[in-house]
């Protein structure tokens, strides 16, 4: 069965800082992998996806994610982060071939907090 | 274009009551999905839909009920409440799959909150 761990429950940065979110994934095929976002009170918006090709994905916001297979990890970057980027950031994979029996699985999650 | 809308933002039950909670979307996405959210667990996904007038279960679907009378609106039932269904629900749409229903983006509602007790 597939998994996603997010070993960071919650993480500090200054503003202007670098960031980075680390996800771990367990599959066995060639995973379908995202990052959310949740700001306080919201739904999910979705920060970038990984199908396939690149493994550099640039999202919105100034994200970015780079998949790696000998890994297994699908960490999320910002070089500056701003405080407005504060909130919880969920990494996700995707599996299943069969239309119908797909699934998605979410991580735990982290929350990050922006400090001046 | 309100995008995916919830109604009612938070509600209390007591255990025993039943209660049906609303997802509107206005975008013609042919999915829509029920998830909960509880602490330290991440979203699981509850019910779904690939179309008006299908429904399908998805990781957690005991005690829940769903229909899809109309493309536009997905509603999750509970029955029984239970105080385990404290949660925070979320809906989701998407437009059509590529290679299966998750692979679309996925445009989440801003949740509902339920507290049982």
């Known amino acids: 069965a597939q998994s996603v761990t997010q070993p960071d429950i919650h993480i500090t940065v200054s503003e202007g800082a670098s960031l980075e979110l680390r996800c771990n994934y367990s599959y066995g095929a060639t995973p379908y992998l995202f990052w959310y976002v949740q700001s306080p009170g919201q739904g999910l918006q979705l920060l970038l996806k990984y199908f396939s090709g690149d493994t550099l994905v640039q999202g919105i916001k100034g994200f970015e994610a780079e998949f790696k297979r000998s890994q297994s990890s699908f960490n999320l970057r910002k070089p500056s982060v701003h405080w407005s980027d504060a909130a919880e950031y969920f990494c996700?994979?995707?599996?299943?071939?069969?239309?119908?029996?797909?699934?998605?699985?979410f991580g735990t999650g982290t929350r990050l907090t922006i400090i001046p | 274009n309100a995008g995916v809308t919830q109604t009612p933002k938070f509600r209390v039950l007591k255990t025993g009551q039943s209660m049906t909670l609303l997802c509107a979307q206005d975008m013609n996405h042919e999915y829509m999905y029920w998830y909960r959210q509880d602490p330290g667990m991440g979203l699981r996904l509850i019910h779904y839909s690939v179309g008006e007038g299908t429904t399908a279960k998805g990781e957690v679907p005991d005690g829940y009920n769903v229909s899809r009378l109309k493309k536009q609106n997905f509603l999750l039932g509970l029955e029984s409440a239970a105080p385990s269904q404290t949660s925070v629900y979320f809906c989701?749409?998407?437009?059509?799959?590529?290679?299966?229903?998750?692979?679309?983006?996925?445009?989440f509602g801003p949740g509902t909150r339920l507290t049982v007790l």
């Open positions: 989701a749409s998407s437009y059509s799959p590529v290679r299966g229903f998750f692979t679309d983006t996925q445009y």
């Open positions: 996700a994979v995707g599996e299943g071939t069969n239309f119908g029996n797909e699934k998605l699985t």
